[in-house]
């Protein structure tokens, strides 16, 4: 009751009132088409009550969508903003199956020592940067600085990433995932969001999908870089938060490492 009265109503429990599955419908039916659905779904589907189990929270969002794709709707989150978007037509995305998925505890179980950007081709200053930076995220984990973790361990990755797309710029323009204008156009990579160079590496097969997954953790939560949003969302870094965040990290770049020299063939 409290969730409805948020979005408008003024009811309190009394005698003769309706179970809550009967509420909540009427509820749903009150405000369906008014601007409170939007909110009512956005209230749900709130990327701050899901810390820790983003995937799960596109899960929800996927399936929700199958429904909303017959009244050409879409609901989008980017980071930690839930949005909508009216299609041209029904589209109906089916979520790919993937075998052998590792569970979070496996994922953070990868051992990777002596992680060196050195093997992704990109200059070499750039390259110097990056490692010194991955040795200060260490520093942070360690000295238990869990904010500075995941703000520094998402803007290495996007460095990481960038360099990568700027020596291999057809692969990632030509890429279905890569981002594009209300024109069509490919945007071009100073524009891109770290959601969109981590979706485009995993299309062309130089991360996994183990690592793309888990760093939705590390995508969005980087943008609590800002104090008010960190504030309005009650963000609280843990240590198993950043923790998941410092491995996303090594594992892209390892796994880059490994593969960027089939970039294109």
């Known amino acids: 009751m409290q969730f409805f009265n948020h979005l408008g109503f003024n009811d309190s429990y009394r005698q003769g009132f309706p179970s809550r599955w009967i509420y909540t419908d009427q ?7 008014s601007p409170e659905l939007d909110k009512c779904i956005r209230a749900v589907l709130n990327p701050a009550d899901f810390i820790g189990k983003v995937p799960e929270l ?3 969002i996927a399936s929700f969508n199958q429904y909303l794709a017959f009244d050409k709707w879409k609901i989008v989150r980017n980071g930690a903003e839930i949005n909508f978007r009216r299609l ?17 505890d496996e994922f953070l179980r990868r051992e990777f020592t002596n992680v060196s950007v050195s093997a992704l081709g990109l200059e070499g200053s750039v390259s110097e940067i990056l490692d010194q ?9 360690f000295g238990k600085a869990y904010l500075a973790v995941i703000l520094m361990a998402g803007s290495t990755l996007e460095g990481a990433l960038l360099g990568v797309a700027n020596n291999h710029p057809r692969s990632f323009n030509s890429a279905k995932a890569s981002p ?12 891109w969001t770290l959601s969109a160079f981590i979706d485009v590496a995993q299309e062309l097969r130089i991360v ?3 690592t793309q997954k888990f760093s939705h953790t590390l995508r969005d939560f980087r943008n ?4 008010f949003q960190q504030m309005s969302s009650g963000f609280s870094p843990t240590d198993h938060t950043a923790k998941l965040c410092l491995q996303v990290l090594k ?15």
């Open 180 to 191: 594009k204008d209300g024109a069509g156009k490919v945007k071009q990579f100073h524009e």
């Open 224 to 227: 609590y870089i800002h104090p």
């Open 133 to 141: 930076r991955i040795k200060e995220i260490e520093k942070c984990f």
């Open 251 to 265: 594992a892209a770049i390892h796994e880059l490492g490994q593969n960027v020299g089939k970039i294109g063939t």
């Open 27 to 33: 509820c749903l039916e009150a405000i369906n088409g």
């Open 208 to 210: 996994q999908h183990d």
């Open 88 to 104: 041209e037509k029904v589209e109906i995305d089916e979520a790919p199956s993937y075998e052998n998925s590792e569970t979070e």
């Open 58 to 60: 596109d899960a929800h």
